[in-house]
């Protein structure tokens, strides 16, 4: 059977939200959302979404650049 790109795997592609290229090892870190805390602007964002609004005190998305 032929995959298509509709069909094909979805492996070392870069994520929406961070940019970098996965594999499917790195899959949930990169697509399920984690239950982050009260910030309005990553909750349900996966793992390696970095929040960038000024006063989140997300742990798990605070921006730290």
């Not at 069909?7 to 996965?22: A, K, S």
């Not at 790195?26 to 239950?35: F, G, I, K, Q, W």
């Not at 609004?53 to 798990?60: F, P, R, T």
């Amino acid at each position: 059977m032929t995959q298509t790109p509709a069909t094909r795997p979805r492996q070392n592609l870069p994520c929406m939200l961070c940019g970098e290229r996965f594999g499917p090892e790195d899959m949930a870190r990169h697509t399920e959302p984690v239950e982050c805390g009260p910030c309005i602007t990553c909750v349900g964002k996966p793992e390696c979404f970095e929040c960038r609004l000024m006063y989140c005190v997300c742990d798990v998305h605070r921006y730290r650049g």
